[in-house]
């Protein structure tokens, strides 16, 4: 099966720029993901989608970070202005469903670095 | 607040040797554990989900045990390779996921 598609693979912005990524979720998984991910750390969930409805987005910085999962399958996640601390990796993640019994399946990322 | 917490934060070991990773987590109400492999400038990789009702699992020479009553999960290599240098993340999935900063480990060869 095809994974998870991200791009842009890198991207080089100044601060207060805006940057905007994009998701493409394994075919036919209801839940995906959005992941931050800083140099060093483990990934911190930013927002969480079933089907195109938000289940989480308690940790998302909601003044300048948005996203959303029109038609419930690709998603987008933009970010702005963008920040120095938003410099990391933005990683997506799709699931078959939300009940945290179906693996997660990681794409490769988005390195960010915001000068 | 779930926390999940990983020791060591890197280890570094000859080929051929046995090893465990530790994984522990605050918050007994998890639903599931999973085991994650990051290799540079790659997302995560899967290796082994522990649901909750079950105590391991294993996968070639990967071995994972969950116990929820002590918040602890460990990852066990089998004879290791170089191959398997990369870094390894534990992610717990309670009211919220929560993944450990992760274990750096590098095979020598």
């Known amino acids: 099966e095809a994974g998870v598609a991200q791009s842009p693979r890198y991207k080089i912005i100044e601060k207060r720029q805006s940057v905007a990524f994009w998701c493409n979720p394994i075919s036919g998984h209801a839940t995906l993901y959005w992941y931050q991910q800083i140099l060093g750390q483990g990934p911190k969930l930013l927002i969480q989608f079933q089907n195109n409805g938000v289940v989480d987005d308690s940790q998302l910085p909601k003044d300048r970070f948005s996203a959303e999962r029109l038609k419930g399958v690709d998603s987008t996640l933009k970010i702005q202005p963008a920040k120095l601390e938003d410099s990391a990796v933005y990683l997506c993640?799709?699931?078959?469903?939300?009940?945290?019994?179906?693996?997660?399946?990681f794409g490769n990322g988005t390195r960010l670095t915001v000068t | 607040k779930q926390e999940v917490t990983q020791i060591p934060a890197a280890l570094s070991v000859p080929e051929g040797e046995n090893l465990v990773l530790n994984c522990s987590f605050t918050?007994?109400?998890?639903?599931?554990l999973q085991w994650f492999r990051q290799d540079p400038g790659k997302g995560l990789t899967s290796l082994l989900l522990i649901q909750s009702s079950q105590r391991e699992q294993t996968s070639g020479r990967l071995n994972a045990s969950l116990d929820k009553s002590s918040g602890r999960s460990t990852l066990y290599i089998a004879a290791s390779q170089p191959g398997d240098s990369a870094t390894y993340l534990c992610e717990g999935s309670a009211s919220k996921i929560i993944f450990g900063s992760g274990t750096r480990l590098s095979i020598r060869p």
């Open positions: 993640a799709s699931s078959l469903d939300w009940f945290f019994n179906s693996p997660l399946h």
């Open positions: 918050d007994s109400a998890i639903y599931n």
